[in-house]
């Protein structure tokens, strides 16, 4: 792996990940009001995992300052915003950043009515996914280097923030739902229960069924949207080394050898199999259980959150090997800096 490019694959993959994660607590929202639940149930199981989403942008963006020659000119890049897809990127995270902090402070203080709250979060939204096409096309538009230059570029990059930021959502929720059942039968006796009641991660009044019930709906949707982007993942990488196969220049061909060659891919692909097989016939399965979360359960969302960030991370590692200029045999680093 070129180590030069850590920051840039940490903060894709955080800041993806956070926009996953925001987008999934949106689409909880729309399905538990599709049920026909109250908006306390709905919020009541959001509530927790959208105090994750924004510290995973802000380690992000933490991340990709070790990336610039110089962080003091990162304001630069903002007289560029008609033309330049790196300063769009830089401006819409910071959008996403600032009003998804918003957002979590009206929240949390219920501030405002519940329509301006929904306003924000869809500003929010709006936001994230403009960070995500801008990111995209930081790599898509550079013509000169076939490996990026390739709709498999979008599909990796959204099956990253589908993949990550629903599990990410789902370790939250799983979380709060055990300490919460945790709460109800034990008390508020002890300081780790009293610190979770402040951060009003818990609540003093018990886990109604139709919470619950909304909590396990809620895991079974996340298990879903995480298979279906890690099988796009999956199918994505034959088409790219096909794509790769049939370029005329070197470029390609260095690439190509690169991918197949070393056990990165090979590793790459069986973790994210692995993955795609523990979320939707194990967690999926046990997710039924709407009364209360299983050991099983928790485990395996845990375990493979953990799996899907770290075959994101290698698989960004490869992307960032593509970066081979047509014309040019000599490795490009630099990207952002």
């Known amino acids: 792996m070129n180590a030069a490019e850590l920051p840039m694959i940490l903060f894709t993959v955080l800041a993806q990940m956070s926009v996953g994660a925001f987008l999934t607590l949106g689409l909880i929202q729309v399905y538990g009001a599709l049920r026909k639940d109250t908006s306390e149930t709905v919020d009541r199981t959001t509530r927790a995992a959208l105090f994750a989403v924004g510290p995973l942008l802000v380690l992000g963006f933490f991340a990709a300052f070790f990336h ?75 013509r000169t280097i076939p490996a990026w230059h390739t709709p498999a570029t979008w599909l990796l990059f959204l099956g990253s923030t589908l993949l990550t930021g629903p599990l990410a959502v789902g370790v939250a929720l799983l979380f709060t739902w055990t300490r919460q059942t945790v709460r109800d039968t034990e008390g508020a006796d002890s300081a780790w229960a009293r610190l979770l009641d402040a951060l009003r991660l ?32 999956l199918v994505t990488y034959p088409v790219q080394l096909l794509h790769l196969a049939r370029g005329a220049d070197a470029a390609s061909d260095h690439v190509l050898a690169s991918l197949t060659d070393g056990p990165a891919l090979t590793w790459r692909l069986v973790i994210l199999a692995v993955v ?40 960004r590692a490869i992307h960032y090997e593509g970066l081979y200029h047509v014309g040019l045999n000599t490795l490009q680093t630099g990207l952002g800096g």
């Open 68 to 142: 610039l020659n110089d962080p003091l000119h990162a304001l630069n890049t903002f007289r560029h915003v008609g033309s330049s897809w790196l300063s769009r990127e830089i401006l819409f995270g910071v959008l996403y950043g600032a009003l998804g902090f918003l957002y979590t402070a009206l929240e949390w203080f219920r501030w405002t009515t519940r329509l301006v709250r929904q306003v924000v979060a869809t500003l929010t939204a709006l936001a994230g996914i403009g960070l995500l096409i801008a990111m995209t096309n930081v790599y898509y538009s550079v």
């Open 202 to 233: 818990t609540v003093k009044e018990p886990m109604d069924v139709a919470t619950s019930t909304l909590m396990a709906r809620s895991i079974q949707l996340i298990a879903v949207i995480s298979s279906v982007a890690g099988v796009v993942l």
């Open 276 to 315: 795609v097989v523990l979320v939707r016939f194990v967690a999926y399965q046990r997710a039924k259980d709407s009364v209360r979360p299983s050991r099983g359960l928790v485990w395996t969302i845990a375990i493979t959150y953990v799996l899907a960030v770290a075959t994101e991370l290698l698989g």
